[in-house]
């Protein structure tokens, strides 16, 4: 009894948690442009057991620690302000961010202080967001909890996918921040079939985009020789704006919510193949819309 008392003295447990999360945002890169993420958060909690015989409550957990993180990376523009000549001005609640390409184009953000993250680094990297996260987390658990350790990963995609930004002005929630998105997959059936070929164009056509709602476009110049695409909305939250190089910008004639894209892109593929087409649009991870458009020969 003696020796079983020393142990449990000295013994750590380990308290895990899978798919705790899944945070959908962008970040700026500059080689890349802006870049629509999802990323899979997984935790554990190592430290000694409270009089409840655990290390942290469960409930707790999705509660507390889910909701840090969310409000931290969810729905946010992430941006690594020791890069290159990257500025940033805050004016009142209003943040003004300038962020210079290697190939000649500058993106330009404008948007309410909370819809940003800025982070101490030259690239945005799972670890550096991991780092700080822990150590933020852990300043907010009870003192039994000696250890935060987080991993932030990619779903396992067997197929097409690609990386996109929007913003949703009319959404009352987090996604009406115009520069947040997603790490998605694309289905794509034709005449009932799936068709890989197309998936992988579409992927292709669409990587690393910005997904543009056609009325939001206010601007269109050159700068440096390259044509850039401003856009711009008031929403619920503020005043939102962007400008970055026309290249990355796809743009729609409605309001850029998966549902639209997927009709959109049915109706496209249809055209272009004149057959029936069903697209499987997927918005991060486990989540997003059908749409269907059937070719009709007049």
């Not at 895990?16 to 629509?36: A, C, K, M, Q, T």
């Not at 946010?76 to 961010?97: G, K, M, Q, T, W």
């Not at 110049?221 to 290249?247: D, E, R, V």
Request: aromatic share 8%; proline share 2%.
């Amino acid at each position: 009894k003696a020796d079983h008392q020393i142990y449990c003295r000295q013994c750590m447990a380990r308290l895990f948690v899978e798919n705790l999360s899944v945070i959908d945002f962008s970040y700026l890169d500059r080689e890349r442009g802006v870049v629509g993420e999802s990323w899979i958060v997984d935790i554990e909690l190592v430290g000694s057991l409270d009089d409840q015989g655990m290390v942290f409550d469960f409930g707790k957990i999705k509660k507390q620690i889910k909701q840090f993180i969310d409000t931290e990376v969810d729905h946010r523009l992430l941006v690594p302000i020791a890069s290159s000549r990257c500025s940033s001005r805050l004016n009142n609640d209003e943040l003004f961010i300038e962020f210079p390409l290697v190939a000649g184009g500058m993106i330009f953000h404008q948007s309410p202080r909370d819809s940003v993250l800025l982070v101490d680094a030259e690239v945005i990297k799972a670890k550096t967001i991991i780092n700080d996260l822990q150590t933020r987390i852990k300043t907010i658990l009870p003192n039994n909890v000696s250890e935060v350790l987080i991993n932030l990963r990619n779903e396992v995609i067997n197929g097409a996918y690609y990386h996109y930004t929007h913003g949703l002005q009319k959404h009352l929630g987090q996604c009406q921040r115009i520069a947040h998105g997603h790490r998605s997959q694309i289905e794509v059936k034709i005449d009932g079939e799936r068709n890989q070929q197309i998936e992988a164009q579409w992927a292709d056509r669409l990587k690393d985009s910005y997904i543009a709602t056609e009325c939001h476009i206010i601007e269109e110049f050159k700068l440096n020789g390259i044509a850039h695409t401003g856009l711009a909305y008031m929403a619920q939250q503020g005043y939102f704006a962007i400008s970055l190089p026309s290249t990355q910008v796809f743009i729609m004639p409605m309001e850029s919510t998966v549902e639209n894209l997927a009709i959109y892109l049915a109706d496209i593929i249809s055209k272009e193949n004149k057959v029936k087409v069903l697209v499987k649009a997927y918005e991060g991870f486990g989540k997003g819309a059908f749409g269907e458009a059937t070719w009709l020969n007049k």
